[in-house]
């Protein structure tokens, strides 16, 4: 578990956290979003103890990350941004130096097990540097599963991979969630919506939002919207969707033949839509709910912050 309460990080005179809390669950994926410089990587180096905080308090397994940083090591697995290979070791060999740096009981043990764990054991004697991006990846995973850590930290795990990649880590990392708490750290938003089970959002040091994808797109949807296409000329569609009840607006969506509608937030306008095509004698083509994207969230609130933030002019 994490627990995090008014943690706060000043650069001189510049913050790059102020004041933020969260918690982090046991078997739970916390994915933590903001654009490039939001003060994520500094968060989490607050957390693994490469860094103290200026102010407020933080807990890693049930540890203060000041005053127990050492049991916080023990008990934490990280992989940063950019891992710390060696090109010139082997994958077995670097897997037991940075165990014997650990103190890993049953040393042998483990570094087969992380191997078999991560698919490796095909390139258990390959030199680092002669592996694909991907490979280095789960090297730099496997150096944090080591010490079977209660707590996993991931800073852009997947940054410069390819999609099957990228796709290849994803599953990997959600399989790892059984007994400990993972924080991974994106900017990617989609990432944080396949393999999180709750996110926060975080835009110039402070917390902007916190919840599940689903209940962030639910509580800034907004209106209800729907795109339907019907076997009709635009204006003979129109017409007869002007019968729906509570619809508030018909808009063209610049695609041929489509039209997006709108109505009132909690709303769903499929049934009444589909009622009022058939009805006119069309043959109805396409009808779907448009969704909001996490991308659209986290635009929108990044966007709320930089406007509260800005002067008055």
């Given amino acids: 578990m994490i627990e995090v309460e008014n943690l706060t990080k000043y650069y001189g005179p510049l913050p790059a956290v102020q004041e933020i809390s969260f918690r982090a669950l046991r078997g739970e994926i916390l994915g933590f979003l903001g654009p490039n410089g939001a003060g994520k990587t500094t968060t989490m180096r607050i957390l693994t103890g490469f860094m103290p905080p200026s102010a407020g308090k933080a807990t890693v397994a049930g540890y203060d990350v000041v005053e127990d940083s050492l049991e916080v090591r023990r008990r934490v697995g990280y992989m940063p941004e950019t891992v710390p290979l060696y090109p010139e070791m082997a994958v077995t060999e670097y897997l037991e130096f940075m165990g014997s740096l650990r103190r890993v009981e049953?040393?042998?043990?483990?570094?087969?097990?992380?191997?078999?764990?991560?698919?490796?054991?095909?390139?258990?004697?390959?030199?680092?540097?002669?592996?694909?991006?991907?490979?280095?990846?789960?090297?730099?995973?496997?150096?944090?599963?080591?010490?079977?850590?209660?707590?996993?930290?991931?800073?852009?795990?997947?940054?410069?991979?390819?999609?099957?990649?990228?796709?290849?880590?994803?599953?990997?990392?959600?399989?790892?969630?059984?007994?400990?708490?993972?924080?991974?750290?994106?900017?990617?938003?989609?990432?944080?919506?396949?393999?999180?089970?709750?996110?926060?959002?975080?835009?110039?040091?402070?917390?902007?939002?916190?919840?599940?994808?689903?209940?962030?797109?639910?509580?800034?949807?907004?209106?209800?919207?729907?795109?339907?296409?019907?076997?009709?000329?635009?204006?003979e569609l129109t017409r007869a969707l002007r019968k729906v009840p509570g619809l508030d607006a018909i808009e063209p969506t610049g695609e041929e033949g489509m039209l997006e509608l709108s109505g009132p937030p909690g709303k769903d306008l499929r049934p009444a839509v589909a009622r009022a095509v058939v009805k006119a004698g069309l043959d109805l083509l396409e009808l779907r709910a448009v969704g909001v994207s996490l991308e659209s969230i986290f635009l929108q609130l990044t966007r709320e912050e930089t406007q509260e933030d800005s002067p008055v002019e």
Wanted: charged residues 25%; contains cysteine.
């Fill in 106 to 235: 049953n040393l042998d043990e483990r570094v087969d097990s992380v191997l078999e764990q991560l698919g490796l054991e095909d390139r258990a004697t390959s030199f680092i540097g002669a592996l694909s991006k991907g490979l280095r990846q789960r090297v730099g995973l496997a150096q944090a599963l080591l010490h079977e850590p209660e707590v996993l930290i991931l800073d852009e795990p997947t940054i410069g991979l390819d999609p099957a990649q990228i796709i290849e880590v994803r599953e990997l990392i959600a399989g790892l969630r059984a007994n400990r708490t993972i924080m991974l750290s994106t900017h990617i938003l989609s990432e944080a919506q396949q393999v999180c089970d709750r996110v926060l959002i975080i835009n110039r040091g402070r917390i902007v939002a916190e919840d599940t994808p689903a209940n962030l797109q639910a509580q800034l949807a907004g209106a209800e919207r729907v795109l339907v296409r019907a076997a009709a000329e635009t204006a």
